[in-house]
């Protein structure tokens, strides 16, 4: 039969414009967080993290807002660039017995385009 | 430090032949994950090491696939005998452990595979 791919989300912008990438995650125990950026052809890089003990974070033109009553995770990019066009997946790991890094589990992702 | 270093970066092989991934992690990272992304299946966590003993190896679809790691900077994921529907994109990342600092995992840039 014919196989059916991830339908990701997307979310289409004009450059300058904010844009919000969300992510709902399933795992209560998650107590770390990490988004990531994945431009076509090149492995997943780094954006912001953030731990469960914070609501918010803030870093170069992003900030990551946590709702840990809803297990639910946005990323704000401020001032959208062409070059912020990407797949963004959002990760969640937990910090199992307190002393050891567990495995990070991605979510599907979301293509953001942004137009110049 | 170069980052993680995977090869090859393509590789295109017929079914039934072996196929062996490599990668290098960042020196001094002392887990090591292989994941693989499709676009049915997204990114998919295979196995991961810690101080080159693998942790959790529930990913690992059959037991056509193996990994190792045979020193701290070293580890292969092999496929014997491969299949098409192994054909996909499959990174290596490493990382620190989580415990008070920043601990995102570094991504190679991943091998392409194609059985055909």
């Known amino acids: 039969g014919e196989s059916v791919g991830l339908h990701l989300p997307t979310l289409s912008v004009q450059e300058g414009d904010n844009s919000i990438i969300n992510c709902a995650y399933s795992?209560?125990?998650?107590?770390?967080f990490i988004w990531y950026k994945q431009e076509s052809g090149k492995g997943p890089q780094f954006i912001i993290d953030?731990?469960?003990?914070?609501d918010k974070r803030q870093g170069q033109r992003v900030t990551v807002l946590l709702n840990k009553t809803v297990k639910h995770l946005s990323l704000q990019i401020a001032a959208t660039q062409p070059g912020d066009s990407a797949v963004y997946f959002c990760?969640?790991?937990?910090?199992?017995?307190?002393?050891?890094?567990?495995?990070?589990?991605f979510g599907q992702g979301t293509i953001l385009t942004v137009h110049p | 430090d170069a980052g993680v270093i995977q090869s090859p970066r393509h590789e295109v092989t017929e079914m039934g032949q072996e196929v062996t991934l490599r990668c290098k992690p960042i020196?001094?990272?002392?887990?090591l994950f292989w994941y693989r992304q499709t676009m049915m299946r997204g990114l998919e966590l295979l196995i991961y090491?810690?101080?080159?003993?693998?942790?959790?190896d529930s990913g690992m679809p059959e037991d056509r696939f193996s990994a190792k790691m045979p020193n701290a900077s070293f580890s292969t994921l092999k496929i014997q005998p491969s299949e098409p529907r192994d054909s996909a994109v499959y990174f290596c990342?490493?990382?620190?452990?989580?415990?008070?600092?920043?601990?995102?995992?570094?991504f190679g840039q991943g091998t392409r595979l194609t059985v055909v």
């Open positions: 090491f810690n101080n080159n003993v693998p942790i959790d």
């Open positions: 020196s001094g990272h002392d887990y």
């Open positions: 990342a490493s990382s620190l452990p989580l415990q008070g600092r920043r601990a995102e995992a570094f």
């Open positions: 795992n209560s125990a998650s107590d770390y």
């Open positions: 953030i731990r469960s003990n914070m």
């Open positions: 990760a969640e790991a937990s910090n199992a017995g307190g002393t050891s890094y567990g495995k990070l589990t």
